[in-house]
């Protein structure tokens, strides 16, 4: 038997991965979830039919999704996690003694149950006892959450179906508000290299710019995302990313198989294309 | 009519691309050539069935090949360019001035032929008077050169088919003799994602290792190759391509779509995983 998953990464490029299993497939009243077996990836699930965790790779999102902001301010202590159903982001939160409080909010908690019994590695960040788990609409959680939480990480899937409103100018200007002086915003930011994704991206960049006096975006190689070139904004009152102290966090003792603090610094270069975009996107 | 071009990445993973039309399906003495007109990446050609050139971003493997040698060093004068028969390559590097002479070897003379009749924005490379086309076998030609050449980029295919002798020890020995004493060597490097491209790029960088005093790797975002992360090779006898001189690059006013000096130091932070795999190959 050959028995193939196939994603549209455009309307003409897919990209397919031959499965050994299909373990699950479930529909709540947000999205599908799709769960499957393979050799090159290991197990993965797709939300809507789209990739969201692989075993193979899902270290990479989360390490450039969590240590690029913690790294950046050692004394984060509050933290509110949108999206992030799979619990990997929240599992490199909870490897910080530091943190106090880790406030996740999913809208669908489907995606939780379905981790938590198909993937013990990501969901095991959910059993940690500073996490407080909340099934509700991100976009209305953060409304009028006085300033409470250092750091806001949006792990939101794309801006269509349920992740929608995580995209929008109220969004960001509501985090804005929910965030201490200290304050750190962190979101994926889709793909600058085919057309549709990269006009999410200035999108989103414009709208996060006209709120946050710094505003960087930085990339990461993740390769079962389209293009495998993925990158996340950074949003901060206060804290440029590239003036933080490497020595303190190398001394936390955090082993990790992506991120390191050379490429902390490094991950905010971008080529110039993707600069241009960005740039595009402020003129708009 | 759906018609659609599929490459496998590994056994368990394939990447498609929606093809217009099939411009040409021809065959040398060393491999199979075919060329397609596709809406994501304009025309594109693969060699025995691997994607090596599309318009969409092509750019991104020649910035990266060609600027990081040449603002390393700025004096440099006599290239050799092995493979590279889709001009590209040659195209960038004939945008210094300061360069002398561009000895191009390339095994196949069907692919500089046919790039020359279907990739005018690659082949344009091979116009300019500094740039001499030998179709000679890459390995044979670079023995005994004497010390004549102050770069030799491998811009090959990957190490199986023609490109196979372009990855061992003889021909890094050969090209280290044929370097002058302020030689580079930059060679496409393969992908640590998928194993036996990560293999493939173990081996290479544990031979490089043996002969130059500096041997260092840095990444690009390339879609459409396996992963989108490529490695290139960066050896020298004497230049560490991290000290270098980004006043006297910029100055040059060359307009780049990639590669920029801030991206040039970036390039060589590395993942950690990349990081323990080449560790590991200079234990093997």
Known sequence: MELWYSEMHTEDVKFSIRIKEQLLADKSQFQQIDVFESNEFGRFFTLDGLIMVTEKDEFI??????????????????VLVIGAGDGGTVRELSRYKSIEKIDVVEIDKLVVDVCLEYFPNTSVGFKDPRVELFYEDGLKFVRNKGSKYDLIIVDSTDPFGPGEG??????????????????ILVNQHESPYYSSYAKSMQRAHKRINEFFPIARVYQAHIPTYPSGHWLFGFASK???????DSKKWNELGLKTRYYNTNLHTACFALPNYVIDFLEESKND
């Open 61 to 78: 999102y989360h390490d450039m999704i969590v240590h690029v902001p913690m790294a950046t301010n050692p004394n984060i202590k509050n």
């Open 166 to 183: 995580l995209f929008t100018k109220e969004f960001y200007g509501n985090c804005y508000k929910a965030l201490t002086e200290d304050g």
């Open 238 to 244: 206060k804290y440029d990313p590239l003036e933080f």
